[in-house]
């Protein structure tokens, strides 16, 4: 019998072993925007623990786009030279495709690192002045953006596509554009952080556009042969916020604009809790589930999967493509590698690897 987590998929020319995805994961970890041997260390060990795809961190295409000091980013050649060495040696050792999600955090930038507290810097220490939609900041205390204007937007968006070639010329696989958690792109959606009266704001058309027009000046500077995805917030949890109807709506017309599939995960523009229980296995899989119903695209689905099982039965009961893990890859680098051993099919193991295998 077929086990449907441990088939492969292919987006456009490239083919995945399998549905097993290594989620994105923060490390703030790099200087200047630079990857190190902590990346080479982490993404490296992740590569080759029997995953079909393997995304980076959010990596910011400027830097004030960044979210911490300490977060990657790719706009200039150092910090191109640095993740080439850290892509190449994937691709030596592991069978996961390689991914990069690019990113902006807008209102959500300058940042502390999370065990320094993660709140706002203020200037004194290494903050910078961020931009958001509109001029509100993410909370009480937070700094206030500065309201993006045409030569703001123009800007970033040449930044996304900017890193865009870079991520051709250092031979990654697949670009995942971060238009969710209340970052740059999701802020434009969301109305909790879009009060803009232009063409940009108010009616969902309005709020879709500039991330629309980011993702179609990235496809356009992305080789046709290879794959790009937009992960979003499916929900902001909150009233008014953006909603699971907009969100088919979006990935509708990310779809006629070439978008190859949907990470689905939520919240973010709002610093209120999700009123679920969100450590439960599963809490954002019906998102998944009704977006690749309603706008028939491919998802991801992510969000606290940690069993083999269950993972089997999102991906065979059609609620998503693929499935993602973040936190549970921590606890487990070698996670593809025990899923396939107890649902009864196959992983990559590298050939140092091979005499391990159950």
């Not at 996961?96 to 993660?118: E, M, N, T, Y």
């Not at 699971?244 to 995960?265: N, P, Q, T, W, Y």
Request: glycine residues 8%; aromatic residues 8%; charged residues 20%.
């Amino acid at each position: 019998m077929t086990v449907e987590l441990f088939s492969p998929i292919t987006f456009r020319n490239l083919e995945c072993q399998n549905r097993v995805v290594v989620a994105p994961m923060c490390q703030y970890s790099a200087t200047d925007g630079v990857a190190n041997d902590w990346h080479l260390m982490h993404l490296g060990h992740l590569s080759l623990g029997g995953a079909g795809l393997l995304i980076t961190e959010a990596t910011s295409v400027s830097a004030d786009g960044r979210i911490t000091p300490g977060c990657l980013a790719l706009h200039n050649d150092e910090q191109e030279a640095a993740l080439k060495h850290v892509v190449d040696f994937c691709h030596d050792v592991g069978a996961a495709h390689f991914a990069v999600q690019l990113a902006h955090a807008g209102r959500k930038a300058s940042s502390a690192l999370p065990w320094d507290g993660g709140k706002s810097l203020t200037a004194d220490a290494g903050g910078w002045q961020t931009i958001a939609p509109s001029a509100v900041p993410f909370a009480e205390g937070w700094h206030v953006p500065v309201a993006m204007d045409r030569v703001d937007m123009d800007r970033v968006r040449d930044d996304f596509v900017a890193a865009t070639k870079r991520c051709a010329r250092i031979g990654v696989d697949m670009i995942e554009l971060h238009a969710a958690h209340g970052y740059l792109l999701s802020e434009f959606l969301s109305p909790i952080a879009n009060h803009r009266d232009d063409d940009y704001g108010g009616s969902l058309e309005n709020r879709m556009r500039f991330p629309l027009e980011v993702f179609t000046a990235v496809r356009q500077a992305w080789p046709d042969d290879k794959p790009l995805g937009v992960r979003i917030s499916a929900t902001d949890w909150d009233v008014p916020g953006w909603t699971i109807e907009e969100s088919v709506v979006l990935s509708r017309a990310l779809k006629e604009l070439g978008c190859d599939f949907i990470d689905c995960s939520t919240g973010g523009n709002s610093p209120n809790r999700p009123p679920v229980a969100s450590g439960e296995q599963g809490y954002q899989v019906p998102f998944s589930r009704q977006i690749r119903a309603e706008a028939d695209i491919p998802t991801i689905a992510v969000g606290k999967i940690l069993d083999a099982a269950y993972a089997e039965s999102i991906i065979a009961d059609g609620s998503a493509d693929m499935v993602a893990l973040a936190r549970g890859m921590l606890q487990d680098p070698r996670w593809a590698w025990h899923a396939a051993a107890e649902l009864g099919a196959e992983a990559p193991y590298p050939p140092q690897y091979a005499r391990s295998k159950p």
